[in-house]
């Protein structure tokens, strides 16, 4: 059976997501003493970086792959742009752990920016009920990457903030792969 890409791109990214989600949960298991208070990317360096780091750079490659089958299946330019570089900043942090602080950090952001903007995009690329709810975790994580900023941490520290920057992008990159794959949507 031969499938569109606009579904193929559906389950690349919702395959990446769950792996990516999937590897912080067993590295956040096997990793002595981890709590939520500390970063996610704490994950990346210590006992659990093969776990961690291959997720989010296979998230990333993946994510990458779901942008240019999107571009070819007819999505414009503006909203598979920040998908594939949200791709790239993740495939970065996979590449750069936190302890190379400066490329690590870019990267991180590019990530939280652009896939915060890519899901409130997503209301001009989707079709309702998805179109309605795509935009919130983009607002959601928006706001939440300017908290830390201003040195606000809500909830559990640091680790907590990140986790309410990055939760909100990962649910919505499930729910998006879920939805392209969706027949009535090809």
Request: aromatic share 12%; with cysteine.
């Amino acid at each position: 059976m031969t499938y569109p890409n606009r579904t193929r791109a559906g389950a690349l990214m919702f395959i990446g997501t769950a792996w990516f989600l999937m590897g912080i949960i067993v590295a956040e298991a096997l990793f002595p003493n981890y709590q939520v208070t500390r970063m996610i990317s704490d994950l990346g360096v210590g006992t659990t970086p093969s776990i961690y780091n291959s997720a989010i750079f296979g998230f990333g490659l993946l994510l990458i792959a779901a942008a240019y089958l999107l571009h070819t299946a007819g999505t414009k330019l503006w909203f598979v742009a920040p998908l594939a570089l949200i791709g790239i900043g993740a495939a970065g942090v996979g590449i750069f752990p936190e302890n190379i602080v400066v490329p690590h950090s870019i990267c991180a952001i590019t990530v939280f920016v652009c896939g915060g903007l890519c899901a409130i995009l997503g209301y001009r690329v989707f079709r309702a009920p998805w179109s309605w709810f795509s935009p919130i975790p983009g607002v959601i994580t928006l706001v939440a990457v300017v908290l830390p900023g201003a040195k606000i941490y809500p909830g559990p520290g640091a680790g907590g903030m990140e986790r309410i920057i990055a939760c909100p992008l990962i649910i919505r990159a499930i729910g998006t792969g879920a939805y392209l794959m969706a027949p009535e949507q090809g």
